[in-house]
Each structure stands twice: as C-alpha cells, then as structure tokens.
C-alpha cells in the first residue's frame, strides 16, 4: 500500500492572494481564532468568556522585513492530538467549530519566519513544546523541543510569534495603521464580540491598546433579541438584533449592517440601509441596527479561508432581503413604523404641492416609493414612470374606443359604462395638472407680493439696486436673450405676469447691451426688457420686419430720486431711436429689421411717487386712475405706460383668478 504525498510548498502558492487590508490580515485572524477555540477547550463554556484572555502584540508595524506580531493566549495549549493535527493539512480536527485546517497554510504564505511555543498538559504532567514552522518541501517543523514541567503553579496556553513579510500581495496590503488593523479586528470578529461570546482580547500596537469585546460592547444600547426565520431556500436562519450607537457603523458601508456569520466568525458584512429606508433613529438620532445572522445554510458553504461564500453575491443579496424584511416588521418596527409616518406626511405634502402625482392615495403612492425615498426629487423619481404608465395605458384606451366607433361592431352593453370610466379619468388628469400649473402661477404671485412689501418696508430711502434686480430676475433672469440656445434652461421666465401674451415668448433680451442685440451698435446701455414679435406672443415666425416691439423698465418700488432731468420719455424714445436706426441680429446670424410703422409698447414699472409723479402729471391717467399714459409722437408709434407695481400684481392675479376657482385654491392676500 502506497499512500500519497502532499506538496506543501504547492498547495501555499495556489493560495488566493490578499486583494485589500482584511484579507491580508486574515492569517493573524485565523490565529486568534485558534486561539478563541483552545480557550473554550481550557475553560469550557461556562467560565471561558470570564477566565479566557488573549493578546495580540504588534511591532515594527511600517517596516514589512521587521514586522513582529505575536498572539497569546491561555488556552488548552498544543497537546499531542492537536499538534497532529497542527501537522496534518486540511484536518478536520475542527471541523465541528468551521475550521477548514488551512489556517497555518496561511501563516506561511504570509510571513517569513513563524515560532511557536506551548504549554499543554499530558495526563497530570505539564509540559512546553517549542518549534518553528516554515515553508519548505520537507520538514516544515523543526527546532521542535519537548521539555516536562515540574514544580511551581503553570498555566497552559500557547504563544505564536510572526515575523517579516512574505510575496508582494502581503507586503503591499498588509495595513501600515493601527487604527487600521484594530478597525478591521472588531469587523472580523463581530458577531462574537456584540453577541458576547469572547474572553477578554487586548490589541496592542506600538503600544497603543485596544481592549475587545469591550470596545464593541461599550456600543450596544440594547439587545433586541434573536429570532428564528424559517426560509424556504436556506433553512432555518438564526438573526440577533442589536440597537448601537453610530459609532458601532464608523467602519462599515452605511449606517445599519447584516453580518453574515459561518461557524461563529463573521464572513461578510452588508448594508441595508435602502431596505430598510430609515435612517439614524432614536431620541438623539444616533442609533443604529447591526444584525448578526447565522444557520447551518452558512455554516455550510463558506470557503476555506472563511473570508467569503461559495455561492453567488445574489444568494447574499437573497439572505439580506430576508433578513431585513424581519429587521423592518419586528426587530426595529416601532421606529420604522414612526418613520413611515412622517414619510407619508411629506408625501401628502409633495402631492399637494405637485398634484399631478396624485393619481392614487397617498398610501399606495408610498408603496411605490423606495423605502428610503424622504425627499421630493425621490418621489417625483420614483413616480413618474407609474404616471407615464398610467397616462400610455389611458391613451390606448382612448385609441380602443375611438377604433370601436370606427368600425361596425356591435356595441357592447357596458360600453357606454367603459366611455364614462375614460372620461372621467381624462377628467381628473386635466384637474391635476391645471392645479399643478396653476399652484405654481400662485406661488410666483404671492411670493412676488411678499418681496415687493419686504422692500417697501425698508422705508429709509436708501437705492439698493440688488433689491430692484431681484424683482427682474423673479419676472425673467437677466443678462441672457431668450433666443441663445446655450441658455435654454436659464431663459424660464414668468413674463405673463405683464402680459399673458407672454407665456410662451422666445425672443427677448433681457439686462442686454445693444451691442449684443443690434448689428454694428456701440451702445452699452440696456434695456431691462426688450420684446419683439418672432414665433411667440405678439406675432408669428416670419421674415418681415418687425411691426410690434415691447420694451418693459423696472424700477425700485418706493423710488423717489430720480435724477433732475429723468423723464420716461426721454429714456424710452432714446432706446426706440437705436432700434429702429440697426438691425436686430439673432442666434442664427438671421437679421431682423424694425419696420418704419412699427407700433411700441413701452411700460414703465415703478411706483409713481416723488419726481416721477412730477414728471408724469401731465400724462393721462389709466382707467383706475393711478396709472400714467402717453402715446409717442413724431416719428414713434405706440405708447408709454408707467404701471403701479400693486397693479402689475393685481392684474396678473385678477388674469389668474378663474385658473385658481377651477383648481380649487385661493390666493393668500387678495388684490
């Protein structure tokens, strides 16, 4: 009989190699897992976690020739059946507990030098074994030397010191910062810390300590309890829940984890911060969940590095959803219920806001939502190819009706019944949307009001021209032609609020020099709003000259120092002569000319106080009587209108008044 031989030196190469930080600090893991394990060996159940105490030394750690890691433990130490199975590859000694027998495998693809001592006993004798370890075709053990103990009170327990380096992937990855290493330790061994399963761990790194599990446990606000779910799929599924403070998650994606554990070690951790929705909770809003989950399923089907599954990321993804399902019903449902509760009031208000999203309740909208969506741009994101659905599925009912009429089918008894049902649909639709529309018209209005009494109120006679440019601005941005297609998104205006003609107006300059408007011009002076009739509005697209312009000039409300010889007229008639002396040059090199019989339309925002009243006393008065007007005389055609801010307003809300009766809204001050 002829038994085989293994290729120690092979079987390290063929090792996976360290890709980040916690895989390269996985051969120091599986030390301290033996180490966890030889402890309840020593103490067993009852006492290992109060009696057990393990130290992980670090020095050397920037230098990867000198580096120096030595773990101690005071556990059962290496007694003649565990150091055969220390020197036996792929042992199933542990197999019971996960351990795959390949954890020394790593130690030598990991470090350059390895020296082992251990105290163990051997029936009532104590004894020390000593050796070194080291990656070779033969003999991986020597220097080994057993010595017999007398006398004196010992304790068992085993000491494996680490040296240097070895291969690139582990001089490379291998954390260069404490912070680091003792981040990734607390990840690793997660589960056992927060689940309270762990003798006392001090991590010492150029002597700076940290102490495990205390440093997890001083996170964990409450125990919530493990719960037992039962899966088609994976089995039986064992989940712990745990409150934490936020710190618990300082090293993790996201702020509330499932960790994945296999044979009491944690294998990976996920965040389920989208399945769940809710975010930081609890009285300071610093809390968050962890949730260790385990079951034979795992146990099962971890790799031999114990460093991940050997099954899709989609099974994971599958094991998560499970779990966060219960997390979000049960382990956490208070919280997650409160918080679904002020997301369905920010919802309602979003609808009412935004009624064309009001196609449901508002609590099957909220189904729709992503769990985590508390923002508008998130419902709106979400709801919108429900609404675009909807709308497609509307129309080709329509289409359906219109063909059924179209043809010489007989008509079906309930189809007057699938005509009404269309029909009001199409009605609620237009409801929502006019309310939409017309919602946003109030607010620009009310919001306008607000501005023009806030500046009003400063009552000091002080001239901030900011405060006249924000007015403009609110009415249409400034600096920009309408007709640039750079500036297409920029070019919104809300010009109906002078004229409802307006709406949809393309060709305007607004706060532009001529220069920028009138070939060969030298003039930087600028009109604040110049108008005329292409496309939109005043006229149609055409190739004639222009018969119809519109110039419009704001002033601070409350303005009363004007200078000496200011007159509207004059202002007005100078910005006319420039036009009707050039050509208007537009985006597409086209050039427009003004005709001699132009009409213009001049307005002259402002309120008329102090000079100007002087100026414009000999004007006639508008129908309400507070209002100025003069028609253009010589070679001009047109008028000048000097309109009241208060009546700017009051004429656009008065246009609007019927839009709000039929949305069902009112204007919070009326004209």
Same mark, same amino acid.
């Given at each position: 009989?002829?038994?085989?031989?293994?290729?120690?030196?092979?079987r390290?190469?063929?090792?996976?190699?360290?890709?980040? =930080?916690?895989e390269?600090?996985?051969?120091?893991f599986e030390?301290?897992?033996?180490?966890l394990?030889?402890?309840?060996d020593?103490?067993?159940?009852?006492?290992y976690q109060?009696?057990?105490?393990i130290?992980?030394?670090i020095? #050397?750690? !920037?230098?990867?020739?000198?580096?120096?890691?030595?773990v101690?433990?005071?556990g059962i130490?290496?007694?003649?059946?565990? @150091?055969?199975? *220390?020197?036996?590859?792929?042992?199933d000694?542990?197999i019971e507990r996960?351990?795959?027998g390949?954890?020394?495998?790593?130690w030598?693809?990991?470090?350059e030098?390895?020296k082992v001592v251990?105290?163990?006993?051997? &029936?009532?004798?104590m004894?020390?074994?000593?050796?070194?370890?080291?990656?070779?075709?033969?003999d991986?053990i020597?220097?080994?030397n057993?010595?017999?103990?007398s006398?004196?009170?010992?304790?068992?327990?085993?000491?494996v010191?680490f040296s &240097?380096?070895r291969?690139?992937?582990y001089r490379t990855?291998f954390?260069?910062?404490g912070?680091?290493?003792v981040k990734?330790?607390g990840?690793?061994?997660?589960?056992?810390f927060?689940?309270g399963?762990?003798p006392k761990?001090i991590?010492?790194?150029?002597?700076?300590?940290a102490?495990?599990?205390e440093?997890?446990?001083?996170?964990?606000?409450?125990?919530r309890?493990?719960?037992?779910?039962?899966?088609?799929?994976?089995?039986?599924l064992?989940l =712990?829940s745990?409150?934490?403070?936020? #710190?618990a998650?300082?090293?993790?994606?996201?702020?509330?984890?499932i960790? /994945?554990?296999?044979? &009491?070690?944690?294998?990976t951790?996920?965040?389920i911060?989208?399945?769940?929705?809710?975010?930081?909770?609890?009285?300071?809003?610093d809390?968050v969940y962890?949730?260790?989950?385990?079951g034979? *399923?795992l146990?099962?089907r971890? #790799?031999?590095?114990?460093t991940?599954f050997n099954?899709?990321?989609s099974?994971?993804?599958?094991?998560?959803?499970?779990? =966060?399902? @219960?997390?979000?019903s049960?382990a956490?449902?208070?919280?997650?219920?409160?918080?679904?509760?002020?997301?369905l009031?920010?919802?309602r208000?979003f609808? #009412?806001d935004?009624p064309s999203f009001?196609f449901?309740?508002?609590?099957?909208l909220?189904d729709r939502?992503p769990?985590n969506?508390?923002?508008?741009?998130?419902?709106?994101?979400a709801?919108?190819?429900?609404?675009?659905?909807?709308?497609?599925?509307?129309?080709?009912?329509?289409?359906k009706i219109?063909?059924?009429l179209?043809?010489?089918?007989?008509? $079906?008894?309930?189809?007057a019944e699938?005509v009404?049902e269309?029909?009001n649909?199409?009605?609620?639709?237009e409801? %929502?949307?006019?309310?939409?529309?017309?919602?946003?018209?109030?607010t620009?209005?009310?919001v306008?009001?607000?501005?023009?009494? %806030?500046i009003?109120?400063?009552g000091?006679?002080?001239q901030? @021209?900011?405060?006249?440019?924000?007015l403009? $601005?609110f009415?249409c941005?400034? %600096?920009l032609?309408?007709?640039?297609?750079?500036k297409?998104?920029?070019?919104?205006h809300?010009?109906?609020?002078?004229?409802?003609?307006?709406?949809?107006?393309k060709?305007f300059a607004?706060?532009?020099p001529f220069?920028r408007?009138?070939?060969?011009?030298?003039?930087? +002076?600028?009109p604040d709003?110049?108008?005329?009739d292409r496309?939109?509005? /005043?006229?149609s697209?055409g190739?004639?000259?222009?018969?119809?312009v519109?110039l419009?000039?704001?002033?601070h409300?409350?303005?009363?120092?004007y200078?000496e010889?200011?007159?509207p007229?004059n202002?007005i008639?100078e910005y006319?002569?420039?036009? +009707?002396?050039? $050509?208007i040059?537009?985006?597409?090199n086209?050039?427009v %000319?003004?005709?001699?019989?132009?009409?213009f339309?001049?307005?002259?925002?402002a309120d008329i106080?102090g000079?100007?009243?002087?100026h414009?006393n000999?004007?006639?008065t508008?129908?309400?009587g507070?209002g100025?007007? $003069?028609?253009?005389?010589?070679?001009f !055609?047109?008028?000048v209108?000097?309109v009241?801010?208060k009546d700017?307003?009051?004429? =656009?809300r008065l246009r609007?008044?019927? *839009?709000l009766?039929?949305?069902?809204?009112?204007?919070d001050?009326?004209?």
């Amino acid at each position: 009989m002829t038994s085989m031989q293994g290729d120690i030196v092979n079987r390290v190469k063929r090792l996976p190699k360290p890709s980040l =930080a916690a895989e390269a600090l996985q051969p120091v893991f599986e030390a301290v897992s033996n180490s966890l394990h030889a402890i309840e060996d020593a103490f067993g159940d009852a006492l290992y976690q109060s009696q057990g105490s393990i130290a992980v030394t670090i020095r #050397n750690l !920037r230098s990867p020739d000198e580096i120096e890691i030595i773990v101690d433990d005071n556990g059962i130490g290496l007694e003649p059946p565990r @150091f055969k199975a *220390f020197c036996t590859t792929d042992t199933d000694y542990k197999i019971e507990r996960g351990g795959k027998g390949v954890g020394r495998l790593l130690w030598l693809d990991a470090f350059e030098k390895i020296k082992v001592v251990s105290v163990y006993k051997d &029936g009532a004798k104590m004894f020390r074994r000593s050796f070194s370890f080291r990656l070779e075709t033969q003999d991986q053990i020597i220097d080994e030397n057993v010595t017999e103990i007398s006398g004196g009170s010992i304790n068992t327990g085993t000491s494996v010191t680490f040296s &240097g380096l070895r291969g690139t992937a582990y001089r490379t990855k291998f954390p260069s910062q404490g912070a680091t290493i003792v981040k990734h330790f607390g990840s690793h061994f997660f589960a056992d810390f927060i689940l309270g399963k762990s003798p006392k761990i001090i991590v010492d790194i150029e002597d700076n300590s940290a102490t495990f599990p205390e440093e997890i446990q001083n996170l964990k606000i409450e125990d919530r309890g493990a719960a037992t779910l039962t899966t088609s799929e994976f089995g039986e599924l064992s989940l =712990a829940s745990f409150i934490c403070h936020k #710190n618990a998650s300082a090293n993790f994606d996201g702020s509330h984890q499932i960790h /994945l554990v296999a044979n &009491g070690r944690t294998v990976t951790t996920r965040k389920i911060d989208g399945l769940l929705g809710i975010g930081r909770f609890g009285p300071d809003g610093d809390r968050v969940y962890h949730g260790c989950v385990s079951g034979e *399923f795992l146990d099962e089907r971890v #790799n031999q590095e114990r460093t991940q599954f050997n099954f899709d990321e989609s099974i994971v993804e599958d094991i998560v959803r499970e779990c =966060a399902e @219960f997390v979000r019903s049960d382990a956490i449902g208070e919280e997650v219920r409160e918080f679904d509760t002020t997301r369905l009031g920010t919802l309602r208000d979003f609808v #009412n806001d935004y009624p064309s999203f009001g196609f449901e309740d508002a609590e099957h909208l909220l189904d729709r939502t992503p769990k985590n969506a508390v923002k508008a741009e998130e419902f709106a994101r979400a709801l919108i190819p429900f609404r675009i659905r909807r709308d497609k599925e509307r129309n080709d009912t329509i289409q359906k009706i219109v063909a059924h009429l179209d043809c010489n089918q007989t008509i $079906q008894a309930d189809f007057a019944e699938t005509v009404r049902e269309a029909a009001n649909e199409i009605r609620a639709e237009e409801q %929502r949307q006019l309310t939409e529309y017309v919602l946003r018209r109030k607010t620009v209005l009310d919001v306008m009001d607000v501005l023009l009494r %806030r500046i009003r109120e400063r009552g000091n006679g002080t001239q901030d @021209f900011q405060l006249e440019e924000t007015l403009h $601005q609110f009415i249409c941005p400034m %600096r920009l032609r309408g007709d640039d297609p750079s500036k297409v998104e920029q070019s919104d205006h809300d010009l109906w609020i002078i004229d409802e003609r307006l709406t949809f107006q393309k060709y305007f300059a607004s706060d532009v020099p001529f220069t920028r408007i009138l070939e060969g011009e030298s003039s930087t +002076k600028r009109p604040d709003l110049l108008i005329y009739d292409r496309l939109y509005g /005043l006229a149609s697209e055409g190739e004639d000259p222009l018969t119809k312009v519109m110039l419009v000039e704001f002033k601070h409300p409350g303005r009363r120092d004007y200078e000496e010889r200011y007159s509207p007229m004059n202002q007005i008639s100078e910005y006319i002569t420039k036009l +009707k002396a050039g $050509q208007i040059e537009d985006f597409n090199n086209s050039r427009v %000319r003004i005709a001699e019989d132009c009409v213009f339309y001049c307005y002259v925002v402002a309120d008329i106080v102090g000079k100007l009243e002087i100026h414009t006393n000999g004007w006639r008065t508008t129908a309400n009587g507070r209002g100025r007007i $003069q028609e253009l005389g010589g070679k001009f !055609r047109g008028i000048v209108e000097v309109v009241e801010w208060k009546d700017l307003l009051a004429d =656009a809300r008065l246009r609007n008044h019927a *839009f709000l009766n039929a949305a069902g809204l009112r204007y919070d001050k009326h004209p």
